[in-house]
């Protein structure tokens, strides 16, 4: 696990790295504690500074906020964003942003890619 500090105005991201592969494709998950939008931009952004995240095929992330309702982003991989909404209701867990990202190995996955990203947000709700 890699937290990187942030500036002001940054929320710190805690990165767990690669959690597993599957028919090439791999899959890490990341995640920040954030109170609007424009937090989860910067989070966002945050992460793709990093060139290995900046590469990835998708980075799919959901977050539940205090005041604004479910957010999500399925970045083409469709469904995505909805699984890690659900994960994050279903633990009550309000005001953080849950990352997981993939890097396309060249095999569609069908639906074992929404069983990846549960394991990957379980594996960081597991880490908080």
């Not at 028919?23 to 989860?40: L, N």
């Not at 060139?51 to 959901?62: F, V």
Request: net charge positive; glycine share 14%; hydrophobic share 35%.
């Amino acid at each position: 696990m890699r937290t990187r500090l942030s500036g002001p105005g940054i929320p710190t991201l805690r990165q767990l790295g690669h959690i597993l592969t599957d028919r090439g494709s791999k899959y890490a998950v990341s995640g920040s504690a954030v109170t609007s939008r424009a937090d989860i931009d910067a989070a966002l952004k945050h992460l793709k500074r990093d060139r290995t995240y900046a590469r990835a095929t998708h980075n799919s992330w959901g977050a539940m906020l205090q005041d604004g309702g479910a957010i999500k982003g399925d970045d083409g991989e469709a469904g995505a964003g909805m699984v890690i909404l659900r994960m994050l209701e279903r633990e009550g867990l309000t005001d953080h942003l849950v990352v997981v990202t993939r890097w396309y190995g060249g095999k569609h996955l069908g639906g074992d890619r929404f069983r990846h990203v549960q394991t990957c947000v379980r594996t960081y709700l597991d880490q908080i």
